[in-house]
Nanobody
């Protein structure tokens, strides 16, 4: 079993930056492909970014390309989401998700069996 704990959310002004962290623990926790999703009130949970367990491959939603960067430090079993040039529409609960092999479909919540509880990001205009 894998446990995921997100942290780093908060309130930030538009144009600001914030970094989210996802601490991964459990059996071979560092060998999982990991993704960030977000869910705004009344909306579906949407893909934000993903990274393979090696860190060599990353994937982004069009809406965050050039603004967000996903990375990982396997020595610390932690995945990060650096968010720059934040916009009010980035406001959402951000979830970390993991899967044993990041391949094939990676953009749907159903592609990931392990989830954290989320961290709230609010971007004020």
């Amino acid at each position: 079993q894998v446990q995921l704990v997100e942290s780093g959310g908060g309130l930030v002004q538009a144009g600001g930056s914030l970094r989210l962290s996802c601490a991964i623990s459990g059996r071979t926790g560092s060998r999982y492909g990991t993704a960030w999703f977000r869910q705004a009130p009344g909306k579906e949970r949407n893909f934000v970014a993903a990274i393979t367990w090696t860190g060599y491959n990353t994937y982004y939603a069009d809406s965050v390309k050039g603004r967000f960067t996903i990375s990982r430090d396997n020595a610390k079993n932690t995945v990060y989401l650096q968010m720059n040039s934040l916009k009010p529409e980035d406001t959402a609960v951000y979830y970390c998700a993991a899967v044993e092999t990041l391949s094939g479909s990676i953009y749907r919540p159903d592609d990931y069996p392990f989830w954290g509880r989320g961290t709230q990001l609010t971007v004020s205009s």
